[in-house]
């Protein structure tokens, strides 16, 4: 089964400053995608990045880029040049290479501070 | 419209109720996803169509709990003799096809409260 944990119930950056999200995992899978959601307070789920497994260059989509570390099984996400607009709640999910079947983690609160 | 249509927005029923929530995917998406998100928490999966091969059960927490998917394209979830732990939102997602390479567009979901 494919668990995903994200330790950081809450964050909060100033803006235009860096902050880093959190997310480890486990899976028997040997092929699978990792995403990161966001969902402001609209409680619509927006997919902000995704990373291929069997990719080792991690995945950057403008200021969001990811850390994967498959032998550790971590992925965080780095927002740059944080932006009011970033104030949401971001979710770490597992996805299934065969079903596209999403096991999400608990989420990270991240306020950005004017 | 462009997007995953879910209905309806909010529904409050009580407790014993039967309830439907209604997903219209984007045209095209031969995957349809429900998912669950409790208060505060992450989203739980609950079933998953692929095309005309049998759905994906494997998440739906009780026999309370049923889906279908009419012609391929719009899907009912329906929840029977509500009780009060099933209020959350209920988020429905489509995708062109099945398998992780293809990103899952959401609903807006449904808020369903039970009294």
């Known amino acids: 089964a494919q668990t995903v944990t994200q330790s950081q119930p809450e964050m909060s950056v100033q803006e235009a400053e860096t902050v880093t999200l959190s997310c480890t995992y486990d899976?028997?899978?040997?092929?699978?995608?990792l995403f990161w959601y966001k969902q402001p307070p609209s409680r619509q789920m927006i997919l902000v990045i995704r990373?291929?497994?069997?990719?080792?260059q991690n995945a950057t989509e403008n200021r969001f880029s990811v850390n994967f570390q498959k032998a550790a099984k971590s992925f965080s996400l780095k927002i740059s040049d944080s932006q009011l607009g970033d104030t949401a709640m971001y979710f770490c999910a597992h996805g299934s290479s065969n079903t596209g079947k999403l096991i999400f983690g608990q989420g990270t609160t991240l306020q950005v501070k004017p | 419209g462009a997007g995953v249509s879910q209905s309806p927005s909010n529904k409050v029923t009580e407790k014993g109720k039967d309830v439907e929530l209604r997903c219209d995917p984007i045209?095209?998406?031969?995957?349809l996803y429900w998912y669950r998100q409790s208060l505060g928490q992450g989203l739980e999966f609950l079933i998953y169509f692929q095309g005309n091969s049998a759905p994906d059960k494997s998440g739906l927490p009780s026999d309370r709990f049923s889906a279908e998917r009419t012609g391929g394209s719009v899907s009912t979830l329906t929840i029977q003799r509500t009780q009060q732990e099933d209020s959350a939102v209920y988020l429905c997602?489509?995708?062109?096809?099945?398998?992780?390479?293809?990103?899952?567009?959401f609903g807006d979901g449904t808020r369903l409260s039970i009294l």
């Open positions: 899976t028997s899978e040997n092929n699978y995608y």
């Open positions: 997602a489509s995708s062109f096809q099945s398998g992780g390479a293809q990103p899952q567009h």
């Open positions: 045209s095209g998406h031969t995957a």
């Open positions: 990373q291929e497994a069997y990719k080792q």
